[in-house]
């Protein structure tokens, strides 16, 4: 990418997940600072209801299928004229561990939380390239240090957006194209509250004690907002970040940042 940056924020945008917490919340806020969008997600429903609220087209699609992310991106192309920003917030917490009986839920974890990615990824960088733009991928702090419980599938998936998203970066930077992912602990969305549901059952409290106590030895004490995630994904994306690339911004409350053997010392 040049300097100065070609534009100050996303201008023409493709945000995948859309019809999730996330998703939603970016696509509110870089249409809030006057964005033109196309939103995707394979819930056909939430979805229409995220572009009447933004303007956006809607492409429903499932993003983990090749077919349907190469004529989702020729269409968001064609509707917006090019594309210099694309934030893929797609993901699925699919459950499974190390076990013979879970190898069909572990392919699915890395098709919808890896794969898909790695489809648009080839779908969309050279129009990122032919606009000087960025690309935001979404892995977790399950990438960086082990997931939940159950969540084999998941902690690999996210561990190698990491690794997509430093190799992109270096692949296309000479091109002028930035990558970089985000990184977050648990977001109150739908996502999270499957596993606050959880939670909550087995030690038998609500819904925001689940929260509460999952946040117990995060430093700030609290999970995040989708607002707070949305308003990292608009940084990444923006000429504020025109020196940002192969980066991993994590945005947990500090939680990976906290040697487990210490939380015992907690006062
Ligand atoms: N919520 C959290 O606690 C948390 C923590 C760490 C990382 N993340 C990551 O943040 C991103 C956003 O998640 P969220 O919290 O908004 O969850 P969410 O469940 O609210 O949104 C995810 C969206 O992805 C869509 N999706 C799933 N499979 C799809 C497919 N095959 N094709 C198209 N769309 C599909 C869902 O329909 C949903 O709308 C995800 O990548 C998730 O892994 C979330």
């Known amino acids: 990418m040049s300097y100065p940056p070609r534009r100050a924020k996303p201008e023409l ?3 995948t997940g859309a019809a999730g917490g996330v998703g939603s919340a970016t696509a509110r806020r870089l249409a809030e600072g006057g964005a033109k969008l196309v939103v995707t997600d394979i819930n ?9 609220d933004t303007g956006a087209l809607a492409v429903p699609a499932d993003g983990s299928d090749r077919e349907a992310i190469h004529a989702l991106v020729a269409r968001a192309v064609e509707e917006l004229g090019g594309l210099d920003t694309v934030i893929a ?9 190390a076990n013979p009986k879970h190898v069909d839920s572990y392919h699915r974890a890395l098709d919808v939380n ?9 779908e969309v960088l050279p129009h990122l390239a032919a606009s000087e733009g960025s690309l935001v991928l979404f892995a977790s702090t399950a990438g960086l240090i082990a997931g939940p419980p159950g969540a084999a599938g998941y902690t690999a998936a996210k561990a190698a957006i990491i690794g997509l998203t430093r190799w992109l970066a270096r692949d296309y930077g000479p091109k ?3 990558v970089n992912a985000v990184c977050p602990g648990f977001v109150r969305t739908a996502l999270a509250e499957g596993s ?6 087995r030690e038998g409290i609500s819904l925001e004690e689940a929260y ?3 946040a117990a030895h995060v430093p700030l004490r609290r999970v995040a ?9 608009a940084f990444l994306a923006s000429g504020d970040a025109s020196m940002v690339t192969g980066h991993v911004l994590v945005a947990d409350g500090g939680g990976a940042a906290v040697d487990a053997s210490t939380v015992a010392f907690d006062g």
Do not use: D, N, W
């Not at 056909?44 to 009447?52: D, G, H, P, Q, T």
């Not at 890896?114 to 080839?122: E, P, Q, R, V």
């Open 44 to 52: 056909e429903e939430r979805l229409a209801k995220v572009a009447s």
């Open 89 to 97: 917030t797609q993901g699925a917490a699919i459950g499974g561990g």
């Open 114 to 122: 890896l794969h898909g990615c790695f489809y648009l990824a080839g």
């Open 196 to 201: 606050m549901a959880h939670l909550a059952e």
């Open 13 to 15: 945008a493709l945000i």
């Open 225 to 233: 907002e989708p607002e707070e995630i949305a308003a990292c994904c």
């Open 176 to 178: 002028g194209v930035r």
């Open 212 to 214: 509460a106590l999952s």
